[in-house]
């Protein structure tokens, strides 16, 4: 039986959670083809598509790493793979104390470098505490979606990247195929991602790139276990292959999304995503301005995310009782995340959306808050 509360004609442009995001309806549609298996010639083709996209999008020459699992499977890859004993967890939120956590449950010593949730963490902070000494690994999340602060990734690999032996484990979970990433050029140890963030793709995978530092790791890293061993992931994609039963289905998603992305232009997709978050900051100055509505962006500028805006409420308004107006007015948005709920809401403004489609919500939000 099908659930009424299930969108079965979706209208696109009215969903602006920060994850999952909506996902086109040709790229659903893909997904309706049959089952191939695993080991043999059809699989190859497909993954050699997706290494040729996923490279593009990761700016990157290494094989992508794709896993049946989400994002979280890859951050814990991360840990477990890359460190060895010592982690430095760089903690500006609620998904970036969460990677610390992981690190922790995997048996690492973990030491937290903790900032004011919202605010971003300076390269020049990171050096300091490195300068203690003793870290092998430091673990980062790019765009914080619990608050829309958006680290300097490329700055804080340089500082790591004094240390010989320090790697840097990046989530961008919010990042890739929404925000700027250089994974080659900004020399990033290990990068992941999910496909139902910034990708707009059905949840279910993730992505990540691992430097030849990170790998070499790896083979002797005593507390990877099985389904997270990146040797036995690399292993298999050199023969274009995974290491166990893959989600098919969504590669077929991922192959459309790919292509869909090659033909806008990653640049313009960067660009995209940088206007909606423009935009975002901009109606929150008129809201102050022209209402008088006390509304604040929780991330200092020039550190704000451009996937997902995160907006301080008023005393008086609560985000549940923004989040369910908009929902009446079938609109969804995010809530404030974990300690922000009361007192913030979020709009995902990532994946396929457009200004034109954000500025229909902001009105509504105007609305809502008038
Ligand atoms: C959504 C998210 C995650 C967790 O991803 P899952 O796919 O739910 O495991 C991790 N980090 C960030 C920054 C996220 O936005």
Redesign the pocket.
Known sequence: MESSSIDSTPSFGRFFLP?PTEVHPEVLSAQNRALIGHRGPAIKELIGDLQTGLKELFRTESPVLISTS???GL?EAAVRNGARSRVLSLVNGA?SKRFGEIAEACGFEVETLEVEWGQAITADRVRDKLASGGFDAVTV?H???STGALNPIKEISEAVREHDDVVLLV?S??GVGGAEVRTDEWALDFVLT?S??ALALP?GL?FGVASERLMARSTDAPRKGVYFDLVSFRKQLDLLQTPNTPAVTLFYAAAKQLDRIRLEGLEARWDRHQAMSDRCVRWVDMMCEQRGVALSVLAPEGFRSPTVTCVGLPEGTTGPSVVSAMKERGLTIGGGYGKLKETAFRVGHMGDHTVAELDAVLDALGEVLS
Request: no cysteine; hydrophobic share 30%.
């Open positions: 994850g989400s994002a979280t951050m998904f999340v765009s914080e979606t989530d979970v919010t999910g139902q963030k949840p993730s």
